[in-house]
């Protein structure tokens, strides 16, 4: 089945120490998304990329970046995390912007402490 | 400011009966609209969409209406079961380039055997 896999589910970081979450697709969507979930708050788009180009929400701080090193492969940098970090990453893909379903990879909870 | 709201957090019915979830939104660019439901430790799973130029979007047990001059769209769901118990998230995006979906909070429904 097509899919949007992100690795791990469950990460433990403690604070400053600079964390990687990756996820892939199997769908071949040209965007891909990386949102941040806190409990009974909306997901808040951080990032995406449509094909190589990288498009970074205003609000998004600088501590997160963003690679894309291939149609499949999308990971999330976050260089020095704090205790406001811990949240639920969700990545996210769609074909393109003409149809607007995004699919939704199970997500990474980031505990940092 | 929040453009997309659902003013319900929560929502108990029995199963078998409608269910039904609201949301309103402020911006009367927005002419794409999607439901989204998610389980705990899961990441939101597309559910149904309506276009603007439509009032009425029907997909087995889900339907959703949109009423444009109120800016209010509805969420249906007949008969509701006990698997359709999650957190039902009404999303918005507008023309053109800007396909960024603006996310209600959510609504958290239950649906008791």
């Known amino acids: 089945d097509a899919m949007v896999i992100q690795n791990p589910r469950y990460q433990v970081t403690q604070f400053g120490k600079p964390v990687t979450l990756s996820c892939s697709q199997t769908l071949n969507h040209n965007v891909m998304y990386w949102y941040q979930q806190k409990s009974s708050q909306a997901p808040k788009l951080l990032f995406h990329?449509?094909?190589?180009?990288?498009?970074n929400e205003a609000d998004t701080p600088d501590n997160f970046q963003s690679r894309r090193p291939n149609t499949s492969f999308c990971f999330l940098d976050i260089r020095s995390p704090g205790l406001g970090d811990a949240a639920m990453y969700l990545c996210a893909t769609s074909r393109d912007f003409t149809g607007t379903e995004q699919y939704f990879g199970p997500g990474t909870r980031l505990t940092v402490t | 400011d929040q453009q997309v709201k659902q003013n319900s957090p929560s929502l108990s019915v029995q199963e078998g009966r409608i269910s039904i979830l609201n949301c309103d939104y402020t911006n009367s660019m927005f002419d794409y609209f999607l439901w989204y439901k998610k389980y705990p430790a899961e990441g939101p799973t597309f559910l149904i969409s309506?276009?603007?130029i439509k009032d009425k979007n029907e997909d087995g047990r889900f339907t959703v209406f949109l009423n444009k001059s109120a800016k209010h769209l509805s969420l249906h769901i007949v008969p509701s079961q006990p698997g359709d118990s999650a957190v039902y998230f009404c999303?918005?995006?507008?023309?053109?380039?800007?396909?960024?979906?603006?996310w209600g909070l959510g609504t958290s429904l239950a649906v008791n055997p």
């Open positions: 990329y449509y094909d190589k180009d990288f498009n």
């Open positions: 999303a918005a995006s507008g023309a053109g380039n800007n396909r960024k979906l603006i």
């Open positions: 309506i276009s603007s």
